[in-house]
């Protein structure tokens, strides 16, 4: 492998308008490759390059990620290092107002009653509190354990905002427990004019979901930041400024109003705890961040597509990301300088079309891969130590990525929509989509279980 060097300087006067920063700028040079933002490592076919979707590449003896830290950085984090740990069904049925057939899939663990917080289905803003059963290691979904019913059933969280449901907000991004109270994200699914400013709301109690909510608040960033939401470890909370994150991506439709790749906003949960006035805005700063527009996506594959109307296959869409690319949970993994993003990606073989008439016949309502089945569950791999150092929210790009193969996924048929992560455990949730199936016409999320380094 060649070698190479990593030099390190610290600069306590930042100039960066990221002024909470209280970090070190790294400076690298990997010999061809080059460090700009990080060296890019593909994982779909063990490449990299400076850009994720250049010809020009560069082998990695085989694939392992270049580990460019000084003398007692944190290391890094392989997907490798995400041990499966077992799974376990949710009790279904209808309970309040919903069920999780065709859930958004959304989670929040809830330290204090050992549980998940999930949205349920995809026509409705519900949200129930379930308790987490021993995940098991069967091979069947069948066998697999299943939970007691809801600690508390589904409620309409957003349909209780005390001055209405401002920007018609209808899908829930993102929810996280702090200090007894629920904190949610949410947008509105189908934003033709990218107008939407209103992205959070508060359940002060928990405890109570049926209590009603505060807000909805205005979370700077828009919906290039409201999605998932998790602690930052204690080692990275005095570089970031803040001791929780949240951040979002290109999910759902209008892709212009969204970050073009994961982001990675820091934000004080008290400023929403503290119960402001309605529509009151919520300060967050940006540390990564893809705008839509030229040199400020993920690469400048990003929004790539074949017209309506062309004749597939197409070529293959750029693998580090693209217009089926979708990050639905961020966060740093403790004691390493990672930041995970867990989600699915498709076109990779046979390439994206717009409302495309697929191998199979069926004629897409939207983008969609021109193969059927070439969609995957999929992971970026960031390094903290270069967000803190990149001159712009823009600049770096993940060091390790591509296809993460999840038990009970199907070749991909059931996809990532969710996660949240216990960090007195180190354990990662991962929701898969439809992956419970039992009967004929239900089909629930299923929890697969993770333990991290």
């Known amino acids: 492998m060649t070698p190479y060097m990593t030099y390190w300087s610290w600069n306590l006067q930042n100039s ?41 590449t560069l082998s990695l003896d085989g694939g392992a990620p270049v580990d460019a830290g000084p003398p007692g950085a944190l290391p890094r984090m392989a997907i490798e290092d995400l041990v499966y740990s077992g799974a376990f069904r949710l009790k279904n049925g209808d309970f309040g107002s919903s069920s999780i057939n065709y859930a958004v899939g959304a989670l929040a663990f809830n330290a204090a009653n050992h549980s998940l917080f999930i949205v349920g289905h995809a026509q409705r803003t519900d949200v129930a509190e379930y308790p987490v059963p021993t995940p098991g290691m069967q091979d069947a979904v069948v066998d697999l354990p299943v939970s007691d019913p809801p600690l508390q059933p589904f409620v309409d969280l957003l349909g209780q905002a005390p001055d209405g449901n401002t920007d018609s907000l209808d899908r829930i991004t993102g929810m996280l427990v702090v200090d007894g109270a629920l904190i949610v994200n949410a947008e509105t699914w189908y934003d033709a004019p990218g107008d939407n400013t209103y992205t959070s709301l508060l359940v002060p109690d928990a405890d109570d979901l049926s209590s009603g909510i505060n807000g909805v608040y205005k979370l700077d960033g828009d919906v ?127 390439g994206i079309g717009y409302k495309a008439v697929q191998d199979n016949g ?29 001159e712009n929210v823009y600049d770096p790009r993940p060091y390790a990525y591509g296809k993460w193969t999840v038990p009970f996924e199907d070749g991909g048929k059931h996809r990532v929509i969710g996660a949240s992560f216990d960090p007195a455990t180190s354990t990662l949730y991962v929701a898969l989509q439809g992956a419970a199936q039992v009967g004929d016409y239900d089909r629930p999320p299923l929890i697969v279980t993770f333990r991290t380094p």
């Open 362 to 390: 069926n004629v897409c309502g939207g983008p969609c891969p021109y193969t059927a089945g070439d969609r995957y569950n999929y992971y970026w791999f960031f390094d903290v130590d270069e967000i803190l150092a990149a």
């Open 16 to 56: 960066s308008p990221r002024s909470s920063v209280k970090s070190f700028v790294a400076l690298c040079s990997l010999l061809a490759v080059g460090c700009g933002g990080g060296s890019t490592h593909d994982g779909v076919d063990g490449s990299a390059s400076t850009d994720g979707g250049a010809d020009a």
């Open 224 to 350: 290039q930041a409201g999605g998932y939401m998790a602690p930052i470890p204690a080692f990275y909370q005095e570089a970031l400024g803040g001791e929780y994150m949240t951040g979002w991506s290109s999910v759902y439709s209008i892709v212009s109003r969204y970050s073009v790749g994961p982001s990675l906003w820091v934000f004080d949960p008290n400023d929403i705890l503290a119960s402001p006035a309605p529509g009151t805005s919520i300060p967050a700063t940006a540390f990564l961040n893809f705008p839509y527009g030229d040199g400020t996506m993920l690469g400048d594959r990003a929004v790539e597509y074949a017209p309506q109307g062309t004749a597939g296959p197409f070529p293959p869409a750029s693998p580090l990301w693209n217009i089926l690319s979708r990050g639905y949970y961020g966060f740093i993994v403790p004691n390493t300088r990672t930041f995970a993003v867990l989600g699915s990606a498709g076109g990779l073989a046979n």
